[in-house]
């Protein structure tokens, strides 16, 4: 009797676990099962089955091996609960526009929770026809294409191991979802077809991408107003524009962009790498947390990149700068190969400039504009064409444990460039191109420490300047202000310069000098200098047996403590 009822109870035992298994497994909905076949067209066959498998809780519609022709579809939800979308074959858009009736898309996915894309197969556009009638580059309101995959709305869902392919405008549009994971995608286009961006991410949330291999004729991808929480990772991109955030400040009422992780990226042979872009003439707005890390860079023009003036083609108004305010920002571990000389380029609007931008662990030539209460440290800078790191209109900004090297007679290759600035700390560096060092070691330079202006310049000011605890190695001129500096005789020496220099010192400054005068203050006859110190110099002339001398003109120094060579006794 115990026998009996055990068997029974394991017989009731199994047939439940089989019933438990078939369920969790989901039904399926094959498209040839509502008469869906190869090289047909399959657009009524699979609304049918995604009608169907929408109103089945955890159903599949299967779309199997083979290529099939599909016009425009909208597979829209809510479904009874998570349902997948399983490709394995090749779906194929209609190439004629007319086809579309003014949709912006072809295949869309819309209002799903719990949706899955899978299966390896291949999305494919179709669109080496249409991008022939792109005019998006002569025409600022140009119309929008048809994208190959949209989701709209699409929360807690996944889409992987697809392939996306000629898609006539962006590959696959996210927007307004929340909560979507894409592994495993591969989207190419050829690099010249225009505006295929890869994925498009607009007004969405907690969105990662990752192990993606994307190559367009636009961005890889791009990240669009009201985005917040996105996180992208191992993502190879190329050829294409590069990774982006905006373009930003087109349009009003834009939503802020915020919490933008890219990590781990390789990018080759694009027209840019990172950056963030946002249109100039813009309305008010903003875009903050934004991290670019660990990414290399092989042949990338401008690798490094904020343009807060951004007009493709001149087809916009340039008449007043972006509001869109850009803050806390970093690239941190960028390396290997620019093709542009000018590897960074934080060009940052005067409007609005940008806060807590942080560049590190970089090889590059920098340039910053109109950027405030940052830091830049351990960065290199080599061989540069001209300025090493350029400085303009920034406020509260920190240089530190840079390293800036050239050949000695590489022309033009200032160091660090300071110009409209102001609060600006430059500690621990090591720079090597002929130029001014402060606070420093300067081994063999041309000059050592200068201050320079023009003759027959407008009026001008520069005051409060301190040079201190220097040390000289056989530096040439290594006290220097030349009020008269015109480089190979390239100016107008009409008149003497109108650049009010004032409240200068140089103390504790030792070494050898490179050149007899050690000291020379050549000063303006139009407004001469006021409040110069020197003190404590103690310079000695290189050559066995000589003495360091000193000149001053327009100048009376005031001169104190230790005094090698004596500093302008008398008014030459």
Not at 40 to 49: M, P, V
Not at 157 to 169: L, T
Not at 357 to 363: E, G
């Amino acid at each position: 009797m115990n026998n009996k009822m055990g068997k029974n109870l394991s017989i009731v035992t199994i047939s439940l676990l089989l019933l438990l298994a078939s369920t969790s497994a989901g039904q399926v909905f094959d498209v040839k099962s509502y008469g869906g076949q190869p090289n047909a067209d399959i657009t009524q066959a699979l609304t049918k089955a995604w009608k169907a498998a929408c109103a089945v809780a955890g159903s599949k519609v299967v779309i199997s091996a083979g290529t099939y022709k599909l016009g425009v579809v909208t597979l829209l939800g809510p479904c009874k609960g998570a349902v997948e979308f399983h490709l394995q074959g090749t779906l194929q858009a209609p190439s004629d526009l007319s086809s579309f009736n003014g949709k912006d898309f072809w295949v869309s996915f819309q209002r799903i929770n719990s949706l899955t894309v899978s299966g390896g197969g291949v999305f494919d556009g179709k669109g080496q026809t249409a991008w022939q009638k792109n005019n998006c580059a002569k025409q600022y309101s140009c119309k929008t294409l048809p994208i190959n995959i949209r989701f709209d709305y699409v929360t807690n869902s996944i889409v992987h191991d697809i392939q996306s392919k000629d898609s006539k405008f962006f590959h696959i549009n996210v927007m307004g979802c929340k909560n979507l994971k894409i592994q495993h995608v591969t989207i190419t286009a050829p690099g010249d077809s225009p505006n295929t961006d890869g994925i498009h991410i607009g007004r969405s949330s907690k969105i990662t991408i990752t192990n993606a291999k994307i190559g367009t004729g636009d961005d890889c991808i791009s990240i669009g107003d009201g985005t917040q929480d996105v996180t992208t990772n191992q993502v190879t991109c190329g050829p294409g524009h590069g990774i982006s955030i905006g373009s930003l400040g087109r349009y009003q009422n834009e939503q802020p962009v915020s919490g933008i992780r890219v990590i781990g990226s390789t990018l080759s042979s694009t027209k840019n790498g990172v950056r963030i872009k946002t249109w100039p003439s813009s309305p008010p707005g903003s875009a903050s947390d934004m991290h670019f890390e660990n990414i290399i860079m092989n042949n990338v023009a401008n690798p490094i990149l904020i343009d807060q003036g951004y007009c493709p083609n001149n087809q916009c108004s340039n008449k007043s700068p972006s509001k869109v305010k850009i803050s806390n920002v970093s690239f941190k571990n960028i390396r290997g190969t620019s093709a542009t000389k000018e590897v960074v380029k934080l060009i940052c609007s005067n409007s609005v400039p940008c806060q807590q931008v942080v560049v590190a662990d970089i090889d590059l030539n920098v340039r910053f504009d109109y950027v405030t209460n940052s830091i830049v440290h351990d960065i290199q800078s080599k061989d540069s064409k001209f300025f090493y790191i350029n400085v303009m209109g920034c406020k509260n900004f920190q240089i530190q444990h840079v390293t800036i090297t050239a050949l000695g007679d590489s022309p033009n290759t200032n160091g660090i460039r300071i110009g409209r600035s102001s609060k600006i700390t430059i500690t621990n560096a090591k720079i090597g191109t002929g130029i001014r060092v402060i606070g420093g070691t300067l081994s063999s330079t041309k000059n050592g420490v200068r201050i320079k202006t023009w003759p027959s310049s407008p009026p001008g000011s520069a005051s409060d300047m301190h040079f201190e605890n220097i040390i000289m190695n056989n530096v040439a001129n290594p006290i220097l202000i030349n009020q008269g500096y015109c480089p190979n005789n390239q100016c107008s020496n009409k008149s003497p310069s109108k650049v009010k220099i004032s409240n200068v010192s140089f103390k504790n400054i030792r070494g050898t000098s490179a050149t007899k005068k050690a000291v020379k203050l050549i000063y303006s006859n139009s407004v001469p200098c006021q409040q110069v110190v020197v003190a404590y110099i103690d310079l000695v002339y290189k050559e066995a047996g000589g003495s360091a001398t000193s000149t001053c003109v327009n100048v009376k120094p005031t001169v104190l403590g230790k005094k090698n060579p004596c500093a302008c006794t008398n008014k030459q």
